[in-house]
């Protein structure tokens, strides 16, 4: 992608200095770093640093804007429903970023919808947490992760109005079946190339789906290292809702052991500091389930995006890298769980 094509699709600093001096009520305002996250897939995530003034007093402030692809977002949730998750947990004992604006009108950055958000000091960074001589901070995050997740499960969803624009599970069995419907009809939406692998493993959830879950909870939807921001050997927020929704707590506990959360603390500790934070029991089968889950869903978002990726459709990288590597992975691992 050429210079001029990357500017035409980023954000301008002087239009989001006149948007945030008039959000944030200033007299004047500065923007002093704007930078987009390199890591992250599903949207793109823009940091923002500012200085000015109100009367006569001084401020700074770090934002967050987030903003889909120009090709539209990686996973099948809308923008919107994101930011109301973010809204939503705000107010609560689940630990994110302040949620702030959504908006919808282009003219104001240049871009839309896009929402802001507050920046949480601290770090994402994997390999910070995996320096050597990390080792207890380490474990102190991992059991602290465990603890998080734990309230996240037995948040009040009724109260928060998590209820209200999410679907709710009327039977056990839905708490599956409901999100694999929408990841299956996303995936066949998008018209991919037969792959009888994907159609084992829906077959394979369909018929095993759970018959028996303690609790409808909020799940988090997309756990792991890399996902939370940690700050003194502490999780201060948790990060990358678009997946969330209302069901089964074991598919967090898959996310977090396919994406490596044993790493930082060995997986039945980590039970055990969950358990007496009071989550719920930990069951081994349907963490096994749920693990296969993973794999289809992560292949239905990520598959499709091989075709859009060239010269005339879509050229971030991140596309073809997503397309190309994750489906075939996830296929192989799924198959594996499963018994071939």
Request: net charge negative.
């Amino acid at each position: 992608m050429s210079a001029a094509n990357r500017e035409a699709v980023g954000l301008d600093r002087d239009r989001v200095a006149r948007y945030l001096r008039e959000r944030l009520g200033a007299d004047s305002l500065e923007v002093t770093q704007l930078r987009r996250n390199v890591g992250g897939m599903s949207r793109e995530t823009w940091f923002v640093e500012v200085s000015g003034t109100r009367g006569t007093a001084a401020f700074t402030d770090a934002l967050t804007f987030r903003v889909d692809h120009p090709e539209g977002s990686v996973v099948p949730v809308d923008l919107e429903r994101e930011y109301r998750v973010f809204a939503a947990l705000t107010p609560t004992e689940v630990p994110v970023a302040e949620a702030l604006w959504y908006e919808t009108d282009e003219s104001l950055i240049g871009r839309a919808p896009f929402y802001v958000r507050r920046t949480v000091p601290g770090s994402a960074s994997a390999g910070r947490l995996f320096a050597p001589g990390n080792e207890e901070a380490r474990r102190r995050i991992g059991r602290h992760l465990a603890e998080r997740m734990a309230a996240v499960h037995t948040l009040d969803w009724r109260a928060a109005g998590l209820g209200e624009f999410m679907a709710v599970p009327e039977r056990p069995e839905d708490c599956a079946l409901l999100e694999l419907d929408h990841y299956e009809r996303a995936y066949r939406a998008a018209d991919p190339e037969p792959m009888p692998v994907v159609e084992a493993l829906f077959s394979w959830l369909k018929r095993n789906v759970p018959t028996e879950v303690e609790r409808v909870s909020l799940v988090w939807g997309d756990v792991g290292v890399g996902n939370f921001i940690y700050r003194d050997d502490r999780v201060v927020a948790l990060t990358d809702w678009e997946q969330s929704h209302l069901g089964d707590p074991m598919k967090d506990w898959a996310s977090a052991l396919w994406r490596g959360a044993d790493a930082l603390l060995p997986r039945e500790e980590m039970f055990e500091a969950y358990e007496k934070a009071g989550g719920p029991r930990i069951d081994e089968d349907r963490i096994r389930y749920y693990s296969v889950f993973i794999d289809a869903e992560y292949v239905c978002t990520s598959f499709p995006l091989l075709s859009e990726f060239g010269p005339q459709g879509v050229r971030d990288a991140t596309f073809a890298r997503l397309g190309m590597g994750v489906p075939y992975m996830c296929m192989d691992h799924g198959l594996g769980i499963i018994g071939y």
